[in-house]
């Protein structure tokens, strides 16, 4: 199946103008002006009008709980996995699945099927061995292992600090656990990449610093998230961000999270560019199907909502409508900067060669029209046309 798409403003994501865009298979073929793919007996064309219309890469996702997660408020408090078109309607192509507080009765080998069973529905995903806790959970037994013999594992995580709900991992442990995800990145050609879940505590990113400042491991190596969920880490997460390191804002929230100071990330956005952070250095990922639990003042439980992958370009949508943002800058935090940090090969931008993985944003109100992943339409115009099994 050949797809030409005429005449559409691209976003790659940077502003490339208004091109024809040819996609063959599952890959870009082509970019150019004026370009023409005449009618045949052999290939099936499918002509995309793309006037009115913004062509970006398809979304990525590097935090998603796809087997569910929470359980913070007991058993009853088990959130959902996700189905496959709340990834696709959201725009998303490609996702990360992890484990999260309860890396216990959720395990690797359900991540990992769970993971396939997208796959083959058709986006791309990836997982992280390993769950909040140190020792990570892993299939093969190590985490290395994991990394090398096992093609969707691209490095461990979410792995949890300065929170109450974390294994309280030491200095050396963390060191060593990076130091064998980054060997074992380096020996598989992939990123080894450590997600880090920073919480509330005091202690913040610190250890983080400490391991970059003191040992060979450098910042590529760790993308800490959650760094919006209180007004002293974003303050935190800016100096970080301007040393060097990677940081990454989550997206799912709820204005009572809000209220209590957590940063909706169209605002955060703003806030780093003035700061100066550079617009490589952000990535925005959405805990969809994790939980969102609310601890009071004696760290017991006081409720949870349940993220939502669909809150991902709901922010970037808000960054340039409510915040004024340019869509090339804020756009890279979820296709081109997690494609290159997370070392996703083939992914996040248009380009001759990559994945057909692409998003048709209507120019005038920002929504999303249309979404092709690995070159099959899974929404057109709003419609869903690719369901998940059971959906
Ligand atoms: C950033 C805040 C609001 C949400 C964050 N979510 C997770 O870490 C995932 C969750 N614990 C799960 O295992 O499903 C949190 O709990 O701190
Ligand atoms: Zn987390
Ligand atoms: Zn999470």
């Known amino acids: 199946m050949i797809k030409i798409i005429k005449e559409v403003k691209v976003y790659a994501p940077e502003y490339l103008g208004i ?14 002006d004026n370009l023409e793919v005449t009618q045949n007996n052999a290939v099936a064309v499918d002509i995309i009008h793309g006037k009115g219309k913004i062509l970006t890469p398809g979304f990525i996702d590097n935090h998603v709980h796809i087997i569910g997660g929470g359980g913070e408020g007991g058993f009853r408090t088990r959130t959902p996995e996700i189905k496959l078109t709340d990834i696709t309607t959201a725009g998303i192509t490609t996702v990360v699945g992890c484990l999260g507080t309860d890396g216990i009765t959720r395990n690797m080998m359900s991540l990992l099927a769970k993971a396939r069973s997208l796959e083959e529905d058709g986006i791309t995903t990836f997982i992280y061995s390993g769950s909040y806790r140190i020792p990570v959970t892993t299939i093969t037994g190590d985490v290395s292992k994991d990394l090398i013999a096992i093609d969707k594992v691209i490095g461990v995580g979410e792995i949890a600090i300065s929170d109450h709900r974390s294994s309280q991992p030491t200095i050396d442990e963390l060191k060593k656990l990076a130091a064998d995800a980054r060997v074992s990145g380096i020996l598989s050609g992939k990123a080894g990449i450590v997600n880090i879940h920073v919480g509330d505590g005091d202690s913040m990113i610190d250890v983080l610093t400490e391991i ?12 800490p998230t959650h760094m919006n969920r209180n007004a002293r880490l974003f303050e935190a997460a800016i100096k970080y961000a301007k040393s060097g390191g990677f940081i990454d804002f989550t997206t799912s929230s709820d204005p009572v999270f809000w209220e209590e100071g957590e940063v909706k990330v169209s605002k955060g956005l703003k806030k780093c560019y003035e700061a100066g952070v550079s617009e490589n250095n952000i990535t925005l990922s959405s805990d969809g199907q994790g939980s969102l639990p609310m ?8 409720g949870l909502q349940v993220g939502k992958v669909s809150s991902l370009f709901e922010e970037i949508r808000d960054a340039v409508i409510d915040e004024n943002l ?18 996703l090969n083939g992914k996040g931008r248009i380009k001759e060669g990559y994945d057909a993985d692409v998003v048709l944003l209507n120019e005038k109100d920002l929504t999303i029209h249309t979404v092709i992943a690995k070159g099959q339409i899974v929404v057109e115009n709003k419609e869903i046309k690719v369901f998940g099994t059971f959906e």
Do not use: M, R, W
């Open 19 to 32: 091109k024809d865009v040819v996609l063959v298979g599952n890959k870009i073929c082509s970019i150019g």
């Open 212 to 223: 970059v400042e003191n040992t060979e491991i450098p910042y590529t190596q760790f993308i």
């Open 326 to 343: 340019p869509l090339e800058k804020v756009l890279k935090t979820v296709t081109s900067n997690p494609a290159t940090l997370l070392k």
């Open 295 to 302: 601890f009071n003042e004696n760290k017991e439980f006081a």
